[in-house]
C-alpha cells in the first residue's frame, strides 16, 4: 500500500494566524490519466468528514477561501490563511490514485 | 441534494453476523463508485472496500479481503457491508462514501454507523 505521512500530528494554533499541514506519499500520485488524485478532509468531533479538496487544489462546494491545496508528486500542502473557531478538527488527506486509497493518519487542529 | 443515509447503531456478540446499509439518493447511483470506511475507536480512517453498482464490480483493500463483503442492490440504490462471524476488534464506525472521478477521489460521506461487538 502507499503510505502516506502527514505532519504535524497535533497543530496548536491561534486565532486568526495562518496553519499549515503537510502530506507526503511513499509514490508519486500522478496518475496514468495525468491528474492527482489527492484529496483533502476535515472531520470535526462527533461528525463524517467533509471533504475539502479534490485532485490537490480543486475546492469543495462550500469550503471557505481561507482555505487551499497545493503540491504536486509526493508532497502536499493544506494551508489556512487565518484560523477560526470552526476550523477546529482532524484533517486527513487521502490519495486515491493507487489502490487501495490509503489516508494520513490525521493532524488535529485546536485552538490555542 | 446527494444523501446517503446509513442504518442504525448495533450491539451484537462474537460470532455473530451483521449486515449494514447505506441508502443513497440524488444521484445516478449506478454511475459511481461506493464504499466503506472504518475507523476505529480514537483512530484515522481506513478503505475496506468499494463496488461499482452498475455492474457489481468489487475491489476490497487486502487487510479487508475475505474479512467483509460489499455489495449494493440498484433496485433500491442501497449498499452494503455485511460480516460472517464478528469480532470484539471489528468494534467501530462504519462510514459509506461515494466517489467521483472513477475510484479515485471520494466526496460525499453518510452518518456513520457505530457497530459494537461484546461479549
Known amino acids: 500500500d502507499v503510505v502516506v505521512t502527514q505532519s504535524p500530528l497535533s497543530l496548536p494554533v491561534t486565532l486568526g494566524q495562518p496553519a499549515s499541514i503537510s502530506c507526503r506519499s511513499s509514490q508519486s500520485l500522478e496518475h496514468s490519466d495525468g491528474d492527482t488524485y489527492l484529496n483533502w478532509f476535515h472531520q470535526r468531533p462527533g461528525q463524517s468528514p467533509r471533504r475539502l479538496f479534490s485532485?490537490?487544489?480543486d475546492r469543495g462546494s462550500g469550503v471557505p477561501d481561507r482555505f487551499s491545496g497545493s503540491g504536486s508528486g509526493t508532497d502536499f500542502t493544506l494551508r489556512i490563511s487565518r484560523v477560526e473557531a470552526e476550523d477546529v478538527g482532524v484533517y486527513y488527506c487521502m490519495q486515491g490514485t493507487h489502490w487501495p486509497p490509503t489516508f494520513g493518519q490525521g493532524t488535529k487542529v485546536e485552538i490555542k | 441534494e446527494v444523501q446517503l443515509v446509513q442504518s442504525g447503531a448495533e450491539v451484537k456478540k462474537p460470532g455473530e453476523s451483521l449486515k449494514i446499509s447505506c441508502k443513497a439518493s440524488g444521484y445516478s447511483f449506478t454511475s459511481y463508485w461506493i464504499g466503506w470506511v472504518r475507523q476505529m475507536p480514537g483512530k484515522g480512517l481506513e478503505w475496506m472496500g468499494i463496488?461499482?453498482?452498475?455492474?457489481?464490480?468489487?475491489r476490497y483493500s487486502p487487510s479487508f479481503q475475505g474479512q467483509v463483503t460489499v455489495s449494493a442492490d440498484k433496485s433500491i440504490t442501497t449498499a452494503y457491508l455485511q460480516w460472517s462471524s464478528l469480532k470484539a476488534s471489528d468494534t467501530a464506525m462504519y462510514y459509506c462514501?461515494?466517489?467521483?472521478?472513477?475510484?479515485?477521489?471520494?466526496?460525499?460521506w453518510g452518518q456513520g454507523t457505530q457497530v459494537t461487538v461484546s461479549s
Open positions: 462514501a461515494t466517489f467521483d472521478y472513477g475510484p479515485h477521489s471520494v466526496d460525499y
Open positions: 463496488i461499482y453498482p452498475y455492474d457489481s464490480d468489487t
Open positions: 485532485k490537490v487544489s
